[in-house]
């Protein structure tokens, strides 16, 4: 080896200087970018040192065992860990341009409010990361950091709720919250405001007003506090805006039959609400116990929701809507729209739409499409039917014809049906929960149809019928008759 040549490698280069021989640039980069245990102290350090500067085989150890100065140290921070550019570490360089990038002109230091932000960034286990954040080409975030730190824009929600919703916009808030510059919210939350606005603006002023109140003081602050304690899922704000959507049906409805303002609606008034919207109960109680409790309507009174009844967590809306995507959405395959369907619509658990056979199905001559799910035939909907019979052809000409097999929904093996998974795993990825579909679908059929009946409609057991019917009519009815007394 000449003396002028790498001691690593061997190749000619004077780029380094060790106190026992040179290093070239791509050996000193590999060594400082694999830190190593080092023999001497133990410590995971850059080592390219030799314990004396003789012999040949002493091990080769970290600069602090070798007695020497570390060519590998940050020239500022003299830090060996995180090695970015060609003399300083990268932790250093994220400094400089956080610096540069929240400085407020007007003090020429960093901005008050937004100092938080540059120790959390600045102090983080991957400096490289917040150097790539802040690249030449800022995206999003950085920009309006720097806008921030300068006062060209607002430190505040506000100017957020200003601008578009998307990832980079949302990553900045949760930043600047989780750092403490801006309150904590909850993104989940803040949706529903645009929400609210969009529902209120065709609502004549005073149910705007009355509505807003609501929304604020009732259902978000419920819904903050939730989210508090970590407690909030998405079918918590479902609910939340099902309740708001109530809300305004309820006025509607008092404008509409009465021509009263919710402070003067009555028990009768309500209780007529209450007969021609015979279902979910639970969502008006939320409503009309804030009336009384915020003391603007202290007349209406709502009997307690039965304890240990079924709970039903889809509101009548999004069952609705997954209802009209199953109906039209053609580029869903059919076994999935049928399945939701009857799902859906009558409330069939999975396991017995898959073995349903072609024998339950009987079209009529003209073209009605019953199916006897237990003991009486239920006729189809329009469209539904349509679904049907085109399913039952395209079935005929499919491979499992051959098969001759009587199933509905021919499986993937000879003779058997359709799995349940495959219709599931496709309803819940567009977002429909098969049990929870049916709960509802119970819920609702059982406000329409007396238990008995619905127990032979559905094949399900008398008592869960009647459970059913409890929960949908029963109470009501019962606390109206008690009234009559
Ligand atoms: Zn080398
Ligand atoms: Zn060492
Ligand atoms: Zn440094």
Known sequence: MSETSCFDCGNPSTH???????????????????????????????????????ADDTPIVCASCAGAES????????????????????????????????????????????RPIFDELADSERPQTGIWWLRKQPGIGPRLLGQMARGELEISHDTFRALTSDRAHNYLRELLASAG???????????????????????????????????????????????????????????????????IRFLAYLDQHHATA????????????????????????????????????TQLRIPHAPAGTPAVTISDEQRWQHVERLLHDQTLRTY?????????LFAQPLSNIVAIRTNQITITTDDRVDITFSTI????????DQIIRNHLQQRGKSLYASRNTDWLFPGGKPGRHLNTENIRAQLVAIGIKPHESRKAALFQLAGETPAPVLAELLGIANTTAANWAKLAARDWTGYIADRAH
């Not at 932790?91 to 540069?100: A, G, P, V």
């Not at 035939?377 to 539904?384: E, G, K, L, S």
């Open 71 to 114: 060519v590998f140290a940050c020239s500022e921070c003299g830090r060996e860990d995180h090695p970015y550019g060609a003399s300083r570490c990268a932790r250093c360089i994220l400094r400089e341009r956080l610096t540069t990038l929240l400085t407020d002109p007007d003090t020429g230091q960093i901005h008050a409010r937004l």
């Open 336 to 344: 999935t729209r049928l399945g939701g369907l009857f799902t859906l």
């Open 377 to 384: 035939p239920v006729q189809m909907p329009a469209i539904v």
């Open 16 to 54: 380094t200087r060790l106190p026992h021989a040179w290093m070239c640039k791509a050996c000193r980069r590999r060594r400082h970018y694999h830190p190593q245990p080092c023999p001497g102290c133990q410590a995971t350090r850059p080592l390219a040192y030799r314990l004396t500067d003789r």
């Open 181 to 247: 510059v801006l309150p904590a919210y909850e993104p989940r939350i803040e949706r529903i405001l645009p929400w609210l606005d969009l529902k209120l603006a065709p609502l004549p002023a005073n149910h705007a007003d009355l509505v807003r109140r609501f929304a604020h003081w009732h259902v978000l602050r419920h819904l903050r506090n939730v989210a508090r304690q970590r407690h909030l899922t998405k079918a918590t704000t479902d609910n939340a805006r099902d309740h708001i959507s109530t809300a």
């Open 262 to 297: 919710a402070v003067a609606a009555t028990q009768e008034q309500l209780e007529h609400y209450q007969t021609i919207h015979n279902i979910s109960l639970a969502s008006e109680y939320t409503f009309i116990t804030w009336l009384r409790r915020s003391r603007i309507n």
